[in-house]
């Protein structure tokens, strides 16, 4: 047993590495197509079965976004991104627990050492994906930010002139404000990713440790966690999407 | 800096493929999911609230059809009992008029055959009287057993008689 803190590749195409994380997160998203392909064809007036799943999913959502943004309008212009984050994320927490993760794989030399290179590896547990996804969310709250409230007053609560009331305070705090920004790609994308990334060691090592009936709880906690960061993602997205469209105080 | 994102397993190539993906997601369940299922519930929102309004105005219109009913109801039976009483006062004075009628018709009878009697009377009186002139002119004669005159004699009859 051996844990890596980078996804494992399974093979190259030429010169991109083909990861385990890539694999299940194509398959995590064509699952989701699929889905949402038959979902489109059998929508009906009076839901039934799936489309009961769905619905109940994206109305709460929904309420969760008017709960923040006050706004139907709004939350419907941020709901997309949200919920997007919130059904990938959380799908792609719950590989955690499928098993073979981490154990069937292939066995590979890698400097002169036998390593196994599990298939299966939760997505989440690797940096590229979680940082992709902190890009996408911080990307997305500027364009927001600036189609909202325009590109004048957006770019006005983080360049501050120091000759106007606060002074120099004011531009400090606009500078703060532009660091942050940056600070939320590592905060976004390292939360994350401890957190399923802890989960999966946590769980291959019971499983190592005690094979039968132990790791049985810490399953359950996993899916737990995973909704939980799901939710957190998308939740603090969207807090910050409000944020952006939102304009500044001073 | 290189050397720790590599270190933590950061590849650009990778992280594009990564943000690809989701933005496709994100455009797939766009189309397929959030636009139809979102349009759904507005139009399953409306269709309930169209509903519930639709089954309030139709107890309410139920309400007030009974109670038109009612009043309907209480109008005829007004006017039932005005018809009969109308046709009562009518029957009443139609069979006082008839009997009025009868009993003047009665009279002029009466009254007619008052007069007829009347004239019999009279009629036989005459008649009477000239009977028994002439029975009594038969009388004399046989009394007196000659006859003066014709004339002189219904003279003295009528004399005698009156």
């Not at chain 1, 980078?6 to 385990?20: K, Q, R």
């Not at chain 2, 009997?99 to 009697?117: G, L, M, P, S, V």
């Not at chain 2, 009394?143 to 004699?153: G, L, Q, S, T, Y």
Request: aromatic residues 10%; glycine residues 4%; contains cysteine.
């Amino acid at each position: 047993m051996d844990i890596s803190i980078a996804a494992e590749s399974l093979f190259h195409i030429g010169s991109f590495p083909v990861t385990n994380t890539l694999v299940v997160t194509f398959c995590i998203s064509l699952i989701i197509i699929v889905a949402s392909y038959i979902l489109k064809n059998r929508i009906s007036l009076v839901p039934k079965g799936f489309q009961n799943i769905v619905e109940s999913v994206l109305e709460a959502l929904l309420n969760l976004a008017d709960s923040v943004t006050q706004d139907r309008k709004q939350s419907k212009k941020f709901f997309p991104i949200v919920a997007t984050i919130f059904i990938f994320v959380i799908l792609t927490n719950w590989v955690e627990v499928v098993p073979g993760l981490g154990t069937i794989g292939l066995n590979k030399m890698e400097e002169g050492k036998q390593v196994l290179v599990p298939f299966i590896r939760s997505g989440a547990a690797d940096l590229n994906l979680t940082l992709a996804l902190a890009l996408v969310s911080v990307i997305s709250a500027q364009v927001l930010g600036i189609a909202m409230i325009g590109f004048r007053k957006y770019a006005g609560k983080f360049f501050v002139s120091p000759l106007h009331k606060p002074y120099l305070v004011g531009t400090f705090v606009g500078l703060l404000e532009l660091i942050s920004e940056f600070a939320k790609l590592i905060s976004f994308s390292f939360r994350l990713f401890g957190n399923i990334f802890a989960g999966e060691v946590l769980l291959t090592v019971m499983l190592f440790l005690v094979p039968y009936f132990v790791p049985l709880p810490f399953l359950f906690l996993e899916l737990f966690v995973g909704f939980i960061q799901a939710l957190v993602f998308a939740m603090l997205t969207l807090v910050f999407f409000k944020m952006a469209a939102t304009e500044a105080a001073h | 800096m290189s050397e720790l994102l590599s270190k933590l397993g950061i590849d650009w190539k990778l992280l594009i493929a990564q943000i690809v993906n989701f933005l496709v997601l994100l455009f797939v369940l766009y189309k397929f999911a959030y636009g139809p299922v979102l349009a759904m519930l507005d139009k399953r929102q409306k269709k309930i609230e169209k509903g519930l309004k639709d089954a309030d105005e139709a107890h309410k219109k139920l309400a007030e059809s009974a109670d038109m009913q009612k009043e309907i109801l209480r109008k005829a039976r007004i006017e039932a009992k005005d018809i009969v009483e109308k046709s009562y006062v009518q029957a009443e004075k139609s069979k006082s008029e008839i009997a009025a009628e009868a009993k003047t018709q009665a009279e002029k009878i009466i009254a007619n055959a008052k007069d007829q009697i009347e004239l019999e009377k009279n009629k036989m009186i005459t008649e009477v009287k000239s009977e028994i002139g002439s029975l009594v002119v038969a009388a004399a004669e046989k009394i007196i057993n000659e006859k003066i005159d014709e004339k002189k004699d219904k003279e003295i009859i009528g004399k005698s008689l009156i």
